[in-house]
């Protein structure tokens, strides 16, 4: 199978739109946020728009893209209202996908702002019991993001993401988004060891429930906890650990989302740079 690799790509001119600029960089999947991801506004779905996106699509070989929550969200805050807010917004998103066609939610577990990651695991295991709960006809798996371990971020290990599943009563609605400039950061050495960074994913959260990633270099060193991303080959991960990751037995069928800092042009480089890796 052809390898699935796109970049992120704004909703905001409609998916038929995204369709013309993926197919304008050789692109086969894509990411796009739910709303601004700054904020807590969405634009209407325009779902003639929407209609034809999905019948162009299925025509495409229908592959798997990814939605992406807003930064804003944050199900583990120490503040009701945010978490609140968080989980009425996360809602209303899973409604939309529905609609869209749209099989993966992604979204930034939270952070716990000072209470502490115990506490901050059973507050988002308990918001996404309470969203799947409301929201069982839905078909959209929810992904939990590998996090670089920032600040209070929670995610930051294999094992504080199992930690929450484990707590969540629908499992096979949650599914994991492994970003390789984040767990690099959090001190999982794909570039030397990914093998045993694989394994020890599998052993903690199953290889099954891996459903996508977002393939990025990283502006810092290994365990350094920071999130900036590089282009592909001019990080600290570099172009063979690259390489590596995209033909791994183990990943190379997943979809592949880029979050480098790029324009559609370097977009367009990037994917024929993976592409060459894996032909």
Known sequence: ??????????????FMNIIKEATSI?????????????????????????????????????????????????????????RDLALRLMDDDLKRLDIIGCPYYNFHPGSHTGQGFEIAIEEIASALNILLEKNTGSKVIILLETMAGKGTEVGRTFEQLKEIRAKVEHKDKIGILLDTCHIYDAGYDIKNNLDSVLDSFNSILGLENLKAI?????????????????????????????????????????????????????????????REFTQ
């Open 1 to 14: 199978m052809k390898t699935m690799i796109g970049p992120h790509l704004t909703s905001s001119k409609g």
């Open 26 to 82: 050789n692109a086969n999947t894509f990411q796009f946020f739910t709303r601004n991801p700054r904020g807590t506004k969405a634009k209407a779905l325009d779902l003639k728009d929407i209609e034809q996106f999905k019948k162009e699509w299925r025509q495409r070989g229908n592959l798997p893209f990814v939605a992406h929550a807003p930064y804003t969200y944050n199900l583990s805050s120490s503040k009701e209202d945010l």
């Open 214 to 274: 977002h393939l990025n270099d990283s502006l810092n060193q290994l365990s350094s906890h920071k999130d900036r991303h590089a282009k592909l080959g001019e990080g600290n991960i570099g172009i063979k650990a690259i390489e590596n990751i995209v033909t791994h037995p183990l990943l190379k069928e997943l979809p592949f989302l880029l979050e480098t800092p790029n324009d559609l042009e370097g977009y367009k480089n990037e994917i024929k740079l993976v």
